[in-house]
């Protein structure tokens, strides 16, 4: 196909969240977005169905998921092509963020398509703001392998790494990933697991591996649903040290080059990450 010239009367593609659970989250702006849109892609139909039944939203539905997104890009780009306006949904919350849609914005955006995104609930955001877990930085790491080698092979390269870590996790999984990550950190991480979030049932449980595995065994209800797990992690052997070695190299460093390129240099020589030491030696300079 050919790229699609700016000046063309054409539809959009609207990225619309839907709520992750309480139905009552859905914006005006979505709602709006919904009744308009002459077409919905969604990951399921028949549960789209549902949410657009309980606003009386009436619009023509067709299927995007993961094995025919390829597919349906070129068909919204023909949608698109004779003015129709398409909104893409996934089961709940954001589209994309660990759901299909990926395929379809990539190749409208490559064709200079208009993709506009109509913000709303996120699983991630929602559970991570209300987890009392550090916010300012953090990874998302989506859902885990299958096998239990490779899910402790992923978690082990999460020890490197600075901020709360999240990825998603179901009902059938969740225990057997709680146990390797007490087989990876031992105790020595800070969980918080989020499940229901908006629902009913909303539930946050907050403690070490072996705490909330106990609370697995004294309720089986705590298995129940999907999950957002986050975890803080913070190796403390030697700081003291590692930063007094770093502050003498920097000090050094700094005489002859930029805070840039003084980070990079003393993150080659120390092994540690190259934004902490620029944090720093900003507070060197300060």
Not at 105 to 131: E, F, K, M, N, W
Not at 195 to 219: A, M, N, V
Not at 235 to 254: G, M, S
Request: glycine content about 4%; overall charge negative; hydrophobic content about 35%.
């Amino acid at each position: 196909m050919l790229p699609h010239s700016s000046t063309d009367v054409s539809g959009t593609l609207y990225i619309v969240a839907t709520p992750i659970g309480n139905l009552d989250d859905l914006s005006k702006r979505a709602k709006d977005t919904l009744e308009k849109a002459s077409f919905i892609a969604a990951e399921d139909t028949r549960h789209t169905k549902k949410l657009l039944n309980y606003f009386n939203i009436e619009a023509r539905l067709f299927s995007l998921h993961d094995h025919n997104e390829k597919d349906r890009a070129q068909y919204i780009a023909k949608l698109l092509d004779d003015g129709e306006d398409v909104a893409l949904v996934s089961d709940a919350g954001t589209p994309l963020i660990s759901d299909p849609g990926y395929h379809v914005v990539s190749y409208l955006r490559d064709l200079g398509y208009q993709v506009s995104p109509v913000p709303g609930p996120s699983a991630i955001i929602t559970a991570l703001c209300a987890s009392g877990l550090p916010t300012d930085k953090f990874f998302f790491q989506g859902f885990l392998p299958a096998k239990s080698k490779s899910r402790k092979e992923v978690m082990a390269s999460w020890k490197q790494q600075a901020g709360t870590t999240v990825f998603y996790e179901s009902t059938h999984r969740i225990k057997d990933s709680i146990s390797d990550l007490m087989d990876v950190f031992e105790d020595d991480v800070e969980i918080v697991l989020a499940r229901e979030l908006t629902k009913t049932f909303e539930t946050f449980l907050k403690g070490k591996p072996s705490y909330i595995l106990q609370r697995f065994e004294e309720d089986s209800n705590q298995v129940r649903g999907e999950f957002v797990v986050m975890l803080d992690y913070r190796e403390e052997t030697d700081a003291d040290d590692n930063d007094q070695e770093a502050k003498r190299i920097l000090e050094i460093l700094l005489q002859d080059l930029s805070l840039k390129q003084a980070s990079q240099l003393a993150a080659k020589i120390t092994g540690l990450k190259k934004n902490y030491l620029y944090q720093i030696a900003l507070q060197m300079q300060s």
